[in-house]
């Protein structure tokens, strides 16, 4: 990786997302320690045995309202913006949490489950945002802060849910002294103050966004921007070609003056406009917006000064600027310095036709645009490789309780309920402190898709000796007592922890650099979407397979009993891994970025070998593959 400095996060925009993203999975973790109770309480289940089974179904109800919804709401935040759809995500989950609280019957919870999910596609769009608000130097330290918030909603999120249902049963003492009215509606309504708590979480993130959130899309920003404005910066470029005539003229008749040894740095004033007053060789700098021809003006100027003269631009403080050099100086200069300079062109090479880059960059950008995403086979494979991930660690998270929970004559651990919780509770403070503390300097040394494959890597093995603990239970010994068996479970758990993190955190950023910023919304949506489908079949995939084999498959014997769920883990990653290998590590940036960089390369290519250079073959080939394919991307735009 390289050592360019990173771009100060915008904590302002950063911490509402952040908000966001905390309040949600508060109301998705707040569920988990009474939901078997509140279906238990609608008595629709047969039987206890039967219990689980309703539960699936109303915790099934929520990611699948999510995959036939979230490509819709990435679509729509393309259009309509990042911003609007956040806020209506974020209502959207506060009516249907304080209704869920309520329900009256198991048909009414699903459909408000079913709402919740449907109603909310903030994760999508809140990930969008990052990658606008973010470049390759801190995506991977704001996107550790994504993370942060995912980890400690884990934790306060059953904490919410466990102390505040039934709360008219656990503090008599607290609510019989209040109103009666007060009483007997959280007593006939034993969920519905965990769910108030979460819903008036998500109701001050929307006030929050309201006031503090921006609007990041690109697109939705220039189609708001005043018309007056629009007309000023037309205005002004299509007269800058003159007014640079009139200045170069001028320039080269004029007496020489002191200011020359006061370099004006033009890259300074990025983004803003320049003007020629009725004195031509003073140019002020009008530091209004940017606009698409700033950067063109940038390089008219230094067309017009020698071009040997164009590493002197430094930054200075003042207004105005005099360019009155005597000819012959800068004819001296540039006779001076052109061997340097050959010598510098050849070395980085440097392109000066920098203007043909920026607009066959912007041809490149509008291809993209316009091409469809469902033919876009990067983006596909990314959102592709993200459901993969999903599919394989929900099946880790529903499996491993259980096997937990299962007795050790079984093939289990026989855990309690408060050594499960102990073990979570461990693992969410874990993930808490490594996305804080580890995982943006893992990034920064290795890269996203280089520590995706060592977190696979790390995870291979270590999913298949996990069921191998049950081998030094001790039954005579309780739970809290097996400090053997603590000394194995704890370590590999986190070890198991830091690799979802790790991975995961790594592949929704290279979801996002997989598009251009006109697509990214509706290309998170599509992960999200596919996502959450994994999320609706893995947990019954999981579970159906431990149950197999625990029953049959311990009849079979080694590797079909209680070890075939956690090989088959491991061989999810094995795939994982082999794909990743496939993918490469281009995502590691964004895709604007490598577009420009792709160019870029080859202007130094096509530099080196005008001066003599051979070309490095596994470079040229890359940068040659990359080029024929953004070709092929803009022929097929056109025809279509």
Not at 598 to 611: G, I, P, S, V
Request: glycine fraction near 8%.
């Amino acid at each position: 990786m390289t050592d360019t400095p990173p771009t100060p996060l915008p904590y302002k925009q950063l911490l509402p997302l952040c908000l966001v993203l905390l309040t949600d999975t508060i109301n998705a973790c707040s569920l988990y320690p009474y939901l078997n109770f509140m279906v238990q309480g609608y008595h629709v289940a047969p039987d206890d045995k039967h219990v689980g089974y309703y539960v699936g179904v109303l915790a099934s109800s929520y990611f699948l309202a999510q995959f036939l919804s979230s490509f819709l709401w990435g679509w729509l935040s393309d259009r309509l913006g990042r911003r609007v759809c956040l806020l209506f995500g974020l209502l959207g989950s506060t009516i249907a949490t304080v209704t869920f609280g309520m329900a009256p019957s198991f048909v009414w919870a699903v459909v408000a489950r079913f709402l919740a999910g449907g109603l909310n596609g903030n994760v999508g769009v809140a990930k969008s945002m990052l990658g606008e608000i973010t470049d390759t130097t801190n995506q991977a330290k704001a996107f550790s802060y994504f993370g942060l918030s995912w980890g400690v909603g884990g934790v306060l999120g059953p904490l919410v849910g466990g102390y505040l249902s039934f709360p008219a049963t656990k503090y008599p003492s607290l609510f019989q002294n209040t109103s009666g009215t007060l009483y007997v509606f959280l007593s006939s309504h034993p969920y519905a103050l965990p769910n108030i708590i979460g819903g008036s979480l998500t109701f001050l993130g929307l006030i929050i966004g309201f006031f503090v959130l921006k609007e990041t899309h690109k697109n939705i920003l220039q189609k708001s921007t005043p018309t007056n404005l629009k007309k000023t910066r037309s205005s002004s470029s299509s007269s800058s070609s003159a007014r640079f005539k009139r200045l170069s003229t001028s320039s080269s008749s004029s007496s020489s003056s002191s200011t020359d040894d006061e370099p004006v740095n033009l890259q300074h004033y990025a983004g803003a406009h320049v003007s020629v007053h009725d004195n031509p060789d003073l140019v002020e700098i009008d530091l209004l917006a940017s606009s698409a021809n700033d950067n063109f003006i940038i390089r008219l100027w230094q067309r017009i000064r020698p071009s040997s003269s164009a590493h002197k631009f430094q930054h200075v403080d003042g207004d105005d600027g005099d360019d009155n050099d005597d000819t012959d100086t800068l004819v001296k200069e540039e006779n001076d310095l052109n061997k340097k300079q050959e010598e510098e062109d050849t070395s980085v090479g440097i392109s000066l036709d920098d203007g043909a880059n920026e607009s066959e960059l912007d041809r490149m950008i509008a291809a993209e645009a316009s091409r469809s995403i469902w033919k876009d086979k990067e983006v596909l494979g990314m959102c592709g490789l993200y459901a993969f991930l999903g599919f394989t660690f929900i099946i880790w998270e529903e499996v491993f309780p259980l096997w937990l929970f299962v007795a050790t004559e079984d093939g289990g651990l026989g855990f309690t309920s408060s050594d499960i919780g102990f073990a979570q509770a461990c693992a969410g403070t874990f993930s808490i402190l490594f996305q804080a503390f580890c995982y943006p300097h893992i990034i920064k040394r290795l890269g996203l898709m280089r520590a995706f494959q060592v977190g696979t890597v790390v995870g291979i093995p270590t999913f298949i000796a996990i069921p191998f603990v049950s081998k030094i239970i001790n039954p005579n010994l309780p739970t809290n007592k097996q400090w053997g068996v603590w000394g194995f479970v704890l370590p590999l758990m986190l070890l198991i922890q830091s690799v979802s993190e790790v991975t995961f955190i790594s592949t929704i950023i290279m979801v996002s650099n997989a598009a251009i910023p006109a697509h990214m919304g509706t290309v998170n949506g599509i992960g999200q979407s596919l996502v959450s489908f994994c999320r609706t079949v893995g947990p019954a995939t999981g579970s159906s397979l431990l149950s197999w084999s625990l029953i049959q498959g311990s009849q079979i014997g080694f590797p079909m009993d209680k070890h075939l769920i956690f090989f088959v883990e491991a061989l999810l990653l094995c795939v994982l891994l082999f794909i990743s290998f496939h993918v490469g590590t281009r995502f590691d940036v964004q895709k604007v970025e490598r577009l420009k960089a792709c160019l870029e390369e080859r202007d130094k290519m096509a530099t080196m070998k005008e001066f003599g250079h051979h070309d490095d073959d596994d470079r040229a080939k890359t940068v040659h593959l990359e080029m024929d394919t953004l070709d092929s991307h803009r022929i097929q735009n056109e025809a279509g």
